[in-house]
């Protein structure tokens, strides 16, 4: 079956836009998470949801970010008014309910100019 | 706050050897940790998931070994190979869901 997968695959903007990500994780999982992988480290987390719900957004790093899953399936991460230093590899991945190995797409490149 | 190390950072062997991969991690209260690859401009790939009360795992040419209490794993690769070229990630799983990478290590297998 199909994997995790992510909409753009790059995606370049200029300094103050605003920016939309897609996920849309495996059929049937209800968890889904995403990171952000900065040049030369390893992701770092941002948020889970388990349904529609944000069950931990503790990783996001300002109110800048701004993360959706309103029926439970695709999710669209959302940053405003973009920074330089947003700009990295954003990471999702999904769960069958939240307690097994994650899966994760293949990201998104978002480099803000 | 848990911290997760991977020594080294990048690593260039020839083809054929025995490698270790070394990750550490601070906090020894983990549920899981599991081992990633990651290929240029792509995701990560599961390689080796151990649960907490699991040594060690193993699947074809990779081991990996898990020692909670030191704060210790590592990922053996047996006679590696050009197609191994990658980056290594560790992630250590706290909680039930929660994954602290390592910065990873760069391997370069040459032919």
């Known amino acids: 079956g199909a994997g995790v997968s992510q909409t753009p695959s790059n995606k370049v903007t200029e300094k103050g836009k605003y920016v939309?990500?897609?996920?849309?994780?495996?059929?049937?999982?209800?968890?889904?998470?995403?990171?952000?992988?900065s040049l030369g480290q390893g992701p770092e987390f941002l948020i889970y949801f388990q349904g529609t719900g944000a069950a931990d957004d503790s990783g996001l790093p300002n109110d800048r970010f701004f993360a959706v899953r309103p029926e439970g399936s695709v999710s669209t991460l959302k940053i405003q008014r973009t920074e330089r230093g947003d700009s990295a590899v954003y990471l999702c991945a999904s769960s069958p309910t939240?307690?097994?190995?994650?899966y994760f797409g293949p990201g998104t490149r978002l480099l803000v100019l | 706050k848990q911290e997760v190390t991977q020594i080294p950072a990048a690593l260039s062997v020839p083809e054929g050897e025995n490698l270790v991969l070394n990750c550490s991690f601070t906090d020894s209260a983990?549920?899981?940790?599991?081992?990633?690859?990651?290929d240029p401009g792509k995701g990560l790939t599961s390689?080796?998931?151990?649960?907490?009360?699991?040594?060690?795992?193993?699947?074809?040419?990779?081991?990996?070994?898990?020692?909670k209490s030191s704060g210790r794993s590592t990922l053996y690769i047996a006679a590696s190979?050009?197609?191994d070229s990658a980056t290594y990630l560790c992630a250590v799983i706290s909680g039930t869901y929660k994954y602290i990478f390592g910065t990873g290590t760069r391997l370069k297998v040459l032919a």
């Open chain 2, 30 to 38: 983990i549920y899981n940790l599991q081992w990633f690859r990651q």
């Open chain 2, 81 to 83: 190979q050009p197609g």
């Open chain 1, 98 to 102: 939240g307690q097994e190995t994650q």
């Open chain 2, 47 to 67: 390689l080796l998931l151990i649960q907490s009360s699991q040594r060690e795992q193993t699947s074809g040419r990779l081991n990996a070994s898990l020692d």
């Open chain 1, 20 to 37: 939309e990500l897609r996920c849309d994780p495996i059929s049937g999982h209800t968890a889904l998470y995403w990171y952000r992988q």
